[in-house]
């Protein structure tokens, strides 16, 4: 079982840092062009609002799903230090999971709500353009079931014997890699 969440994990690692990477690329040419453009050669950029948009929602969806799998999100510190440092398997185990479970709280009607407005998304279109906006919040919607998946990855992982076996966790980077 540690190997299947650590294969998942590995592959959703790659897919998260390609398009945060190509999507923070292209978001700085855009910007660097649209400069240039400007203010140098007087062209104007109506394209630019539209595409900023969509690849900056891409890059923070798919980072914050990435950064959750590293375990680099907030947390309370004082109590997950505390839970850490504790003997009692089972309590540590507990304890991360109702911590990762809360985080549902906010997911769940997130992809609940983004998946019942997609069609509403899908015929919307960009001013200039002229895209759908499903592009842009579709991101939202795919960048949360991908958070889904790493909480869910994260509960099985601690009952699986995994993330609990060292202060590092309550550090902040007990990723996957353990």
């Known amino acids: 079982m540690k190997t299947v ?61 990435y950064l959750f799998s590293i375990n680099d999100n907030p947390s309370v510190e004082i109590f997950s230090g505390r839970a850490m440092a504790s003997k009692n398997m089972t309590f540590k185990k507990i304890y991360f999971t109702l911590l990762a479970l809360t985080n549902y709280i906010f997911v769940v009607p997130c992809v609940y709500f983004g998946i019942q407005n997609l069609p509403q998304y899908a015929a919307q279109k960009t001013t200039y353009l002229g895209y759908s906006y499903i592009w842009i919040y579709g991101a939202a919607v795919f960048g ?35």
């Open 5 to 65: 969440i650590t294969k998942i994990d590995q592959g959703m690692a790659v897919f998260e840092k390609s398009v945060s990477l190509v999507m923070g690329v292209l978001l700085f040419a855009l910007m660097t062009w649209c400069v240039i453009a400007r203010y140098c050669l007087a062209l104007p950029c109506p394209y630019q609002t539209e595409l900023a948009q969509t690849f900056h929602i891409w890059l923070c969806f798919m980072g914050s799903s």
């Open 144 to 178: 949360f079931i991908m958070i889904a998946v790493r909480i869910a990855l994260r509960i099985a992982g601690y009952w699986c014997g995994m993330y609990l076996d060292g202060p590092e966790q309550a550090a902040g980077n007990g990723g996957a890699e353990g």
